[in-house]
């Protein structure tokens, strides 16, 4: 639920959240918005994904 999240983040607490990964290798790799924003879709990275137009399984 939406209030889980924000009880989360206003904790400040890392560990309020559960269980998370280590940042170590972790990229952003796509971001997405709705259609009322026309923002312009182009592929930045990383460099080793290159070629993959698809990410989803």
């Known amino acids: ?3 889980w999240a ?3 983040l206003e904790s400040r ?3 309020t ?3 998370t990964a ?6 952003l790799v796509q ?3 709705r259609d009322e924003f026309p923002l312009p879709e ?3 990275g990383p460099h080793f994904l290159t070629g993959f137009t ?3 399984g």
């Open 1 to 3: 639920p939406v209030e």
């Open 6 to 8: 924000r009880d989360v």
């Open 13 to 15: 607490v890392r560990r």
């Open 17 to 19: 959240g559960g269980v």
């Open 22 to 27: 280590h940042p170590y290798g972790l990229y």
């Open 31 to 33: 971001v997405e918005y």
């Open 42 to 44: 182009r592929y930045i």
């Open 54 to 56: 698809e990410l989803d």
